[in-house]
C-alpha cells in the first residue's frame, strides 16, 4: 500500500490517461505476445528438469505454469508456485516433493542469472543503496541454497544419511533421488542456459513498451529496469505484485532521467499490459484443467502438510 501511495501521489489522471491510451498499440501487442512467449519457455526449462525423472509433455507442463501464474495473481505470498507443482506432480505421476523440488531449482537458475545481471548493470548506472544491500542478501541465501542442492545432486549418499534421521525422511528420500538425476543429467546445463534465454526474453516486453509508450530509451534500459524489477519483487508479497510492482518500475525508470508522471504512466499501462494476458491465459487453462484455484490451494497445501500430519500421527 505505501507503494502504491508514493508511486500514485501527485498523478494527474486527467493529463496521464490520455498519454497512456495514445500508446502505439502495435508495439503494446508485441509487448503481449513476448511476454506469453516467456513462459512458454519457462515450460521449456521446466520439462528439460525433469526429463531424468519423468517425460512431461510440453503443453502440459505450459498449462501448470499458466495455472501457477493465476494463482499468483489472485493469492498472496506466491501460491502459484506451490500449485502449480501439485498440478504437475499429479498429472505426471511423480512425488509432489520432487515436482516442488525442481521448481526450487528453476528459482535457483533465475537468482544467479538475476544476481549476475545485477553486477553486470551497476557498471552503467548508480543503483540505490537499498537494491544493493538487497542482492547482497539474495547472493548469501543463493550461494547457502545452491551448495546444499549441490550436495544433494552430486553427493547422494552423505544426502541420503542426512536426511534418514529426519522426521520426514519419506519424503526428502523422493527429494534426494529426484535432484540426484537432475543434476546429473545432460539437460540440467541446458536447463540453466535456457534460464539465461528465459530472462533475457523478458526484456523484450519492456522495450517494446518503451517504445510504444514514446521513451526513447535503449535496449539496455529495459535490461536494467527488469532486473530492479525482479530483484525488488522477489520476496512473495501481495497478489500480482501489486504496489512494488508499480514501485520498482518507476525506480527503474528513473535512473534515467524519466519524469515521475510519465514513469508512473508507463508503470500503470506495463502492469496491465503483463496482467491482463496472464488473468486470461491462467482462466483458460484452469478452465482446461477443469479446476478451481481454491480447491488446488487446499489439495496442494495438504500435500504440503503431509508428512507432518503423518509424523503426528505416529507419535499420537
Known amino acids: 500500500m505505501a507503494c502504491l501511495v508514493w508511486v500514485y501521489w501527485g498523478f494527474d489522471w486527467k493529463t496521464e490517461l490520455p498519454n497512456i491510451a495514445a500508446a502505439d498499440w502495435r508495439w503494446v ?3 503481449v505476445i513476448a511476454d506469453l512467449a516467456v513462459y512458454f519457455c519457462q515450460g521449456w526449462r521446466w520439462s528439460l528438469l525433469l ?3 519423468v517425460h512431461v ?3 502440459k507442463t505450459v498449462q501448470a505454469i499458466f495455472i501457477g501464474l493465476f494463482a499468483n495473481e489472485v493469492l498472496p505470498f506466491r501460491s502459484g508456485e506451490l500449485i502449480r507443482s501439485y ?6 505421476h511423480i512425488p509432489f516433493s520432487v515436482s516442488l523440488s525442481s521448481a526450487a531449482v528453476e528459482r535457483l537458475f533465475d537468482g544467479l542469472w538475476l544476481v549476475l545481471g545485477f553486477l553486470a548493470v551497476t557498471f552503467f548506472v548508480e543503483l540505490p543503496d537499498y537494491l544493493s544491500k ?3 542478501v539474495l547472493a548469501v541465501v543463493l550461494a547457502a541454497v545452491g551448495a546444499a542442492v549441490a550436495v544433494v545432486m552430486f553427493h547422494k549418499h552423505h544426502a541420503h544419511a542426512a536426511v534418514s534421521k529426519s522426521r520426514w525422511a519419506a519424503m526428502l528420500w523422493h527429494v534426494v533421488e529426484g535432484l540426484h538425476a537432475m543434476g546429473n543429467s545432460l539437460s540440467f546445463p541446458v536447463a540453466a542456459l535456457v534460464s539465461l534465454l528465459y530472462l533475457a526474453l523478458q526484456i523484450v516486453p519492456i522495450y517494446a513498451l518503451m517504445r510504444g509508450y514514446g521513451l526513447d530509451l535503449p535496449v539496455g534500459a529495459a535490461a536494467v529496469v527488469l ?3 525482479r530483484l525488488g519483487t522477489s520476496l512473495p508479497q501481495a497478489p500480482s505484485n501489486v504496489g512494488a510492482f508499480q514501485f520498482f518500475t518507476v525506480v527503474g525508470l528513473r535512473l534515467f532521467d524519466v519524469d515521475k508522471a510519465t514513469a508512473t504512466g508507463f508503470a500503470t499501462l506495463m502492469f496491465v499490459v503483463v496482467t491482463l494476458p ?3 491465459g491462467g482462466l483458460i487453462a484452469v478452465a482446461i484443467a477443469g479446476v478451481r484455484i481454491r480447491d488446488l490451494q ?3 497445501q495438504s500435500k504440503l502438510d503431509e508428512p507432518a500430519a503423518q509424523e503426528a500421527r505416529r507419535h499420537g
Open 227 to 229: 532486473v530492479i524489477l
Open 57 to 59: 509433455p510440453f503443453l
Open 298 to 300: 487446499s489439495a496442494a
Open 87 to 92: 498440478v504437475q506432480a499429479r498429472w505426471c
Open 29 to 31: 501487442t508485441l509487448s
Open 134 to 136: 538487497g542482492s547482497i
Open 51 to 53: 526429463r531424468p525423472v
Open 278 to 280: 496472464l488473468w486470461l
